[in-house]
């Protein structure tokens, strides 16, 4: 299979990435230190090895020092990443973009979300606003967090809104905020 000029490598790693419609198909070389960044990356998100055969949605290749993530199946989604974090990242993000393209009753926030007695709260942000922040300060006082950048609602219900928790890691951006000793002892801990 070919995509825009890129042909995956001989010893690649074929995994499907459990979705909330089908599995999403992700072709990647069998690099230990890519794969644990991915556990990393998305320790929630359940994977496989996927079967032979079939056309992948999504492509990860060594490119030069770096890698080249590219979704194949819907259009738009490519990345270029100059480690394995910041490709598992990548990947991450094409992995909720083929959510919200199958499945038409999402709705994709650039959100924080976290669990509380009465439901999920979410808050809302332009890039650096602070919401990554206001996820880990609610972890580190005991809340589950669905999300600290990325947010999918399902719409599409009759019973109203609902936060589909997407599994993917919660990120702490240094430096942290001043005078905030339990986030240090928290971000450590964890």
Same mark, same amino acid.
């Given at each position: 299979?070919t995509h825009a =000029?890129l042909v995956?490598?001989? $010893?690649?790693?074929?995994?499907a990435f459990?979705g909330?419609d089908? *599995?999403t198909?992700?072709?990647?070389?069998? $690099? @230990? &230190?890519?794969?644990?960044?991915?556990?990393?990356?998305?320790?929630?998100w359940?994977?496989?090895?996927?079967?032979?055969?079939?056309?992948?949605?999504?492509? &990860?290749?060594? +490119?030069g020092?770096?890698?080249?993530?590219?979704?194949t199946s819907?259009?738009?989604?490519?990345?270029l990443?100059? +480690? *394995?974090?910041? !490709?598992?990242? !990548?990947?991450? =993000?094409?992995?909720? +973009?083929?959510?919200?393209?199958?499945?038409? $009753?999402?709705?994709?926030?650039?959100?924080?979300? @976290?669990v509380?007695?009465?439901?999920?709260?979410?808050?809302?942000?332009?890039?650096?606003?602070? /919401?990554?922040?206001?996820?880990?300060?609610?972890?580190?006082r =005991?809340?589950?967090?669905?999300? $600290? #950048?990325?947010?999918?609602? +399902?719409?599409?219900?009759? #019973?109203?809104?609902?936060?589909? @928790?997407?599994?993917?890691a @919660? /990120?702490a951006?240094? *430096?942290?905020?001043p005078?905030?000793?339990?986030?240090?002892?928290?971000?450590?801990?964890?």
């Amino acid at each position: 299979m070919t995509h825009a =000029g890129l042909v995956p490598e001989i $010893d690649s790693v074929a995994m499907a990435f459990t979705g909330l419609d089908r *599995p999403t198909r992700v072709v990647l070389p069998g $690099d @230990a &230190v890519l794969v644990q960044a991915l556990a990393l990356a998305v320790p929630g998100w359940e994977r496989r090895a996927a079967s032979p055969g079939g056309e992948p949605d999504v492509t &990860v290749r060594r +490119d030069g020092a770096g890698w080249r993530v590219v979704a194949t199946s819907w259009p738009g989604g490519e990345s270029l990443a100059a +480690d *394995p974090l910041s !490709a598992a990242n !990548a990947l991450s =993000g094409l992995l909720v +973009d083929g959510q919200l393209t199958r499945c038409r $009753d999402l709705l994709g926030l650039h959100a924080a979300a @976290a669990v509380f007695a009465a439901g999920a709260v979410v808050c809302l942000g332009h890039a650096e606003a602070g /919401k990554s922040t206001r996820a880990l300060r609610l972890a580190a006082r =005991g809340h589950t967090v669905l999300g $600290d #950048d990325r947010v999918l609602v +399902d719409a599409g219900r009759s #019973d109203g809104w609902t936060t589909v @928790a997407l599994g993917l890691a @919660a /990120k702490a951006r240094v *430096p942290l905020p001043p005078g905030e000793a339990c986030l240090a002892v928290f971000v450590e801990r964890h």
